[in-house]
């Protein structure tokens, strides 16, 4: 009796700490979660979220730019994503004239709306399983490299056949590590335009600070706009271009949510490696993490104080310092997280258990019972080898000047080149040039880089230095910040107009100027000693970890084949649910599942830049002037719930069990960023900004009704 009483309750464990972890491939969601879709609140049918005979609602999203989603909401092609989704075109419009930034923005009419050269989005027409075709003529006994050889061959075939001459975009990706393939047929828009943002105090309120972070009151949306040409096709940028008619939009529910309810967020989360051994945990949260994170604290501090000096520098860095911060404080709490969880222990259990079914079951045996011993030699290997990376990517390579030298790479080819063949080569350079040194700050850039120098040089083994380091170190005894002040007064990648003069005068004085450049000698050192020394044998290992993923992978649903496998996260359209939840980061704490406006107005604070809340802002609080967005006279600003989100998932659509949009997500909480990694029911939460105060944002805030008047709300 004891004893299955005991069991039941291990079983009840075991389902709960599977119940909502999980992002799951939209089209096989009736083969796997449809019906506990269902059980837990879900009213629509799985056709209503993926199909590709009717209308569903993947169609009304988007990939937004490269690593982010968006939702339609209106038959215009209205557009919602995160502020800091937006963030590059709003701050590339941001002037200390017009501060879009710092004040917000909102077009008064479609003619002010801004358009982005660079900005896409990306929609998905269908998706298939193309495991058969992808892996035909691959054999068991192939090396990687020659399995990689002919799935690329197979890969570019099915590519070519199903573009339709270029109209759709093609990609093809492996699952559960190259255990199965999915080709996906993506039509992109190239004509997106700025329609409207809160301003930095309402669409970053609580910045860095409360990054990553719950409670939260961050209002971090902005508001874009497709556009097409008159048969409703992709298009570049042109005035004569129409708004975008969507086959399917989200309509808003203002009704709000409720502890427990259903949430399901549908977007293109980014990276996870939920099945990876003890090994590779140990060597993120013992090598990578820490390094990552040092060398970014350093170069934040930097860029903080000289921000903090002058507003130009302010806008220039703001986009550059949101990005170094993010990660670094998600390392952070990702080590702190797989701690907490005893993340390896765990996984050394689990690899113990299936050490055991490897070694005693015949038909593992063979296959299996080497299987993570290989894996843990091989990552000891690459051990020293990932703290060169971090050292050089999170450091030297992180400066501007260093890194921009990449472009005159290929420098030796040119000499053999007609003009007709090099000037677009050219014209690319200027047009990087141009983007890179407008918002670049030598002095800035000068600081990072020498402490990088200091600290490459001082870190990392003589073998792997490139050889003007130590010329270098020598030179200067040591002091960097000279070396640096040195270099920077014979280089040309101080300034945009240097690079366009060698450029134009590069038919009179060829490549003499380059090969003498301080900047460019040490890209060209640190270059060959990377691709002599290193990236050989990280190949090498990489590969060999590709095929020991795959492998284990497919060993791992063997082995617990009771269980439903959702692959990792590999920015492709996913499904997760959930519920509206609170948590408790820590004994004796417990955090509400939602926050309001009378929080914000507790954090106003005008000497602290994060948390200087706008007078409209109050005014509206202190006349309670919320429209119909309020619920009972409060105005919630955030919830949380237990959907398994990561990064990609910002601006994705929160959508409730009658398929109506109730929230954007935009963050995880600082306790459960090692979801990536493991995730843990009971601390791990997504965070969404209530869809009631975008809406109250726009009309109440800015003003900007018109906006919310094309959107239909469902009542
Ligand atoms: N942490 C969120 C995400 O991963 C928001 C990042 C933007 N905000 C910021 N303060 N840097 O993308
Ligand atoms: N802010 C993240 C993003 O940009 C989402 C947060 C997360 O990683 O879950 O995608």
Redesign the pocket.
């Known amino acids: 009796m004891k004893k299955t009483l005991l069991l039941s309750i291990s079983l009840l464990i075991v389902f709960i700490t599977i119940a909502n972890e999980g992002m799951w491939i939209p089209m096989l969601l009736t083969k796997y979660k449809f019906a506990d879709m269902q059980k837990k609140g879900f009213k629509l049918t799985a056709d209503d979220i993926y199909s590709i005979n009717q209308a569903s609602m993947k169609d009304a999203i988007v990939l937004f730019g490269r690593?982010?989603t968006g939702e339609l909401v209106s038959d215009q092609g209205l557009l919602l994503t995160?502020h800091?989704?937006g963030y590059g075109s709003i701050q590339s419009y941001s002037t200390i004239e017009h501060d879009y930034l710092r004040d917000g923005f909102w077009a008064k009419n479609k003619t002010d709306e801004l358009s982005n050269p660079k900005l896409t989005v990306t929609f998905l027409v269908r998706m298939d399983d193309v495991t058969t075709h992808i892996l035909t003529n691959v054999t068991e006994n192939l090396t990687q490299e020659q399995r990689n050889l002919i799935i690329s061959k197979n890969i570019a075939k099915l590519k070519k056949e199903n573009s339709e001459n270029n109209k759709y975009n093609v990609e093809i990706k492996p699952f559960y590590y190259g255990n199965e393939y999915y080709m996906f047929i993506y039509e992109v828009f190239r004509d997106v335009r700025l329609v409207g943002a809160p301003p930095s105090a309402v669409g970053k309120f609580g910045g860095d600070t409360d990054n990553w972070m719950w409670p939260r009151h961050t209002g971090d949306f902005s508001v874009f706009r497709i556009y097409a040409n008159k048969d409703n096709e992709p298009a570049d940028y042109s005035p004569n271009n129409v708004p975008y008619k969507p086959k399917r939009f989200f309509p808003i529910s203002l009704k709000g949510v409720q502890k427990d309810d259903f949430t399901m967020v549908y977007g293109f989360p980014?990276h996870t490696q939920e099945y990876i051994p003890s090994f590779v945990i140990k060597l993120i949260t013992e090598v990578e993490n820490p390094i990552q994170i040092k060398l970014r604290e350093i170069r934040l501090a930097i860029m903080n104080e000289d921000m903090n000096s002058n507003q130009t520098i302010r806008i220039q860095y703001s986009s550059k310092y949101a990005g170094v911060a993010n990660y670094w404080k998600?390392w952070l709490g990702e080590n702190r997280g797989l701690k907490r969880l005893d993340a390896i222990n765990k996984k050394e259990e689990f690899e113990k258990s299936f050490q055991n079914w490897a070694n005693n079951t015949s038909q593992a045996k063979n296959n299996y019972s080497n299987l993570l011993n290989e894996y843990k030699v091989v990552c000891e290997k690459l051990r020293p080898l990932s703290k060169i990376d971090a050292y050089l990517f999170e450091g030297i390579m992180t400066g501007e000047m260093v890194r921009f030298a990449r472009n005159f790479g290929d420098y030796k080819s040119w000499q053999t080149k007609t003009d007709s063949t090099l000037n677009p080569v050219f014209a690319t350079i200027k047009g990087r040039a141009k983007d890179m040194y407008k918002d670049f700050n030598l002095s800035t850039d000068q600081k990072m880089f020498s402490i990088m120098l200091k600290i490459y040089y001082d870190s990392i083994s003589s073998n792997y230095q490139p050889e003007i380091l130590k010329i270098w170190s020598k030179k200067y005894k040591g002091d960097w910040n000279k070396c640096v002040a040195d270099i920077s007064n014979k280089t040309m990648f101080t300034s945009e107009d240097k690079i366009n003069l060698f450029l134009n005068n590069y038919k009179i004085n060829g490549t003499k100027t380059l090969e003498k450049d301080p900047i460019f000698t040490l890209w060209s050192a640190i270059s060959d000693m990377y691709n002599q020394k290193v990236l050989p044998i990280v190949t090498t290992y990489n590969n060999k970890i590709d095929s020991l993923n795959r492998i284990y992978m497919k060993a791992q649903m063997k082995f617990e084949s009771d269980k439903i496998f959702y692959p990792d996260a590999n920015l492709t359209l996913r499904v997760t649910y959930g519920k509206i939840s609170d948590y408790s980061p820590k004994d004796g704490v417990s955090y509400n599942w939602f926050t309001t406006l009378d929080g914000i107005i507790e954090k106003d604070d005008s000497t602290i830049y994060d948390y200087d809340v706008p007078a409209r802002l109050k005014e509206l609080w202190e006349n309670k002037d919320y429209g119909n967005y309020a619920e009972n006279g409060v105005m919630n600003v955030c919830f949380i719930g237990t959907n398994h989100?990561?990064?990609?998932?910002?601006g994705s659509p929160v959508i409730n069990g009658n398929g109506e949009l109730i929230g954007i997500?935009?963050?995880?909480n600082w306790e459960g960023t090692m979801s990536d990694i493991m995730y843990d029911p009971a601390q791990c939460r997504?965070i969404t900004l209530d869809i009631r105060y975008v809406l109250f944002i726009i009309d109440k805030f800015a003003g900007a009704k018109n906006l919310v008047d094309e959107m239909v709300i469902s009542k």
């Open positions: 690593g982010c995160n800091h989704c980014g998600k989100t990561t990064g990609g998932n910002s997500n935009f963050d995880r997504n």
